[in-house]
C-alpha cells in the first residue's frame, strides 16, 4: 500500500501524521521535496519518532535550502523542479509519501504537488481546526475528486471541534481514520500510542 499524506495548509501537522502511519505499518518513508530545515528535516523528525526497526526512509529528490515555497526555494538555489526527476523509491514494503504544504502549492510555474499523487496512492488530507478550515478541507477534497483521485481518509489534528469535524465527515462521506490531540510533546511513546489506535483504521484504506 502507498498512502499520500497531504494537508489542507501547511503546519496542520503532517509530519507527526506521518510518523504515526509509518509507526503502525512499519511502513517506509518519503518525502520527495524538503524545502529549508535541512539539518532537522521532516526526514530526520520521523526517524527520531518512529520505535520500529522494519522502516527505511528513504532520500529526498529536492533538498533546498530555504523554508518557502518549492519554487521560490528552488529559484533562490538557482535549479527548477522537474518531475522527472521525482523518481518513486522502490520497496516491497508499504510507502508512506509526505507532501509539502497543501496540494496546489507549486513545484516549478506549472506543477504542484497534486502532480506527483499517483493514481494508486491511497490519500490521507490531514485538516485541523482553525477560522477557514472547513472551507479549506471542502476545498482540497473537491479539488482532488475534480482529477479523479479517491480520498480515502482524514485525521483530524488539534484540539477537537466535533461540530465542525461532522459536518466534513458528513458533507463529504470520506472516513475518518482518527484524531491527533493537542499534545504537550510527540515522542516515540506517544507516536506508538496513536500507530496503535489508528492501525486498524489504516488496514482497512
Not at 57 to 76: C, G, R
Not at 110 to 121: E, G, H, M, S, W
Not at 128 to 144: C, D, K, P, Q
Not at 154 to 166: A, D, L, P, Q, V
Amino acid at each position: 500500500m502507498k498512502i499520500f499524506i497531504t494537508g489542507i495548509s501547511t503546519d496542520v501537522g503532517k509530519t507527526i501524521t506521518s510518523a504515526i502511519v509509518v509507526e503502525a505499518l512499519e511502513a517506509d518513508y518519503w518525502k520527495p521535496i524538503q524545502a529549508g530545515d535541512l539539518d532537522n528535516s521532516d526526514s530526520h523528525k520521523i526517524k527520531t519518532r518512529i520505535s520500529n526497526s522494519k522502516t527505511k526512509i528513504f532520500e529526498n529528490s529536492y533538498k533546498l535550502n530555504t523554508p518557502a515555497s518549492p519554487h521560490f526555494a528552488a529559484e533562490i538555489d538557482g535549479i527548477s523542479i522537474d518531475l522527472k526527476n521525482i523518481q518513486e523509491p522502490k520497496t516491497e514494503n508499504h510507502l508512506v509519501i509526505e507532501g509539502a504544504g497543501g496540494i496546489f502549492v507549486p513545484l516549478n510555474e506549472k506543477d504542484t504537488i497534486a502532480d506527483l499523487i499517483q493514481k494508486d496512492y491511497k490519500i490521507i488530507i490531514v485538516s485541523r481546526h482553525y477560522l477557514g478550515s472547513i472551507n479549506h478541507t471542502l476545498l482540497t477534497i473537491e479539488a482532488l475528486q475534480n482529477r479523479g483521485f479517491k480520498v480515502d481518509g482524514i485525521i483530524f489534528s488539534g484540539s477537537e471541534n466535533k461540530s465542525t469535524e461532522s459536518l466534513i465527515l458528513n458533507k463529504t462521506g470520506i472516513k475518518s481514520i482518527g484524531r491527533i490531540d493537542e499534545e504537550p510533546y510527540f515522542d516515540q511513546n506517544v507516536i506508538k500510542e496513536y500507530a496503535d489506535l489508528f492501525r486498524q483504521n489504516l488496514l482497512n484504506l
